[in-house]
DNA sequence: ACCGATAGATGTAGAATGCATCTATCCGGT
DNA sequence: ACCGGATAGATGCATTCTACATCTATCGGT
């Protein structure tokens, strides 16, 4: 099952959708550019490949939708603009983030109760 | 691919590593009181089934060691306690959770001046 | 003509998840 | 004595995700 010690760059789809999201909402963008500010945001580890399928996921669910754009200067890109489903979808996924933070919150200052409190104990 | 509402309770390895390294650095306990316990932290939708495998996937890696414990009332019960092991890979993935924790922040920040913004703009 | 950066997409092995299901024990009620 | 419900743990399996490599293509510079 590799209990293994990621969590540590990797990007599931838990974040990544509020991510692009928010970042759409921003204003429009194309994907390479959102690898970028996703990586910006501190997740380093993003990969292409599962972003590039995620935009077009999320455009089949009509979150988003795009076109090509011809670019002054490299290859094409495909811009994405949020839909209006698309912002009711980010409004959704932030507030399940807000539990998400309350949770981790809860748990560290938890951590951190525990941490002290064996520090002072053995601390006479 | 189906990039569905889910982060709804649901608790990736992500959490759950952390979680119950954390429940039982607070004392040993077993499957169904962690379950519980996980549950009470908010993540209503944790189920069984991963729970259990992923105990005896941190018993493999040594984090946690168990053995099986008559109980009073009902069946026996497999108690879990933290190993040496298991205490530093608490505080690994507790540092990990902080990382988590500061890009959830920032992010849910984000989205709040975006909507402050957009509040304000339409509010003449 | 060639290389590197930019841009997007796909294929796939292996891992994780969600869900149902199974075993077993104890206790209270009938 | 038997049944049902709560407790406790575990497994099977189809679906889904993830990580990683790989592929195509365009443009600018040399």
């Given amino acids: 099952m590799s209990t293994n010690g990621d969590s540590n760059g990797t990007l ?5 959708k509020p991510c692009l999201l928010l970042l759409l909402a921003e204003g429009p963008s194309h994907g390479y550019e959102l690898l970028e500010q996703v990586r910006r ?7 292409p490949g599962g972003l ?28 994405y603009v949020l839909t209006e489903h698309g912002r009711k979808g980010l409004n959704e996924s932030v507030q399940s983030l807000r539990d998400v933070r309350e949770i981790l919150v809860s748990l560290l200052d ?6 002290n409190r ?3 104990s053995s601390r006479p």
């Avoid at 938890?110 to 941490?115: A, C, E, F, G, S």
């Fill in 41 to 47: 945001m501190g997740i380093k580890g993003a990969e």
């Fill in 118 to 120: 064996a520090a002072s």
């Fill in 12 to 16: 599931p789809r838990h974040y990544l």
């Fill in 110 to 115: 938890r951590y951190d109760t525990l941490h």
């Fill in 52 to 79: 590039y399928r995620y935009l077009r996921a999320m455009e089949k669910e009509e979150m988003v939708s795009s076109w090509w754009e011809p670019s002054q200067a490299g290859p094409a890109r495909r811009t």
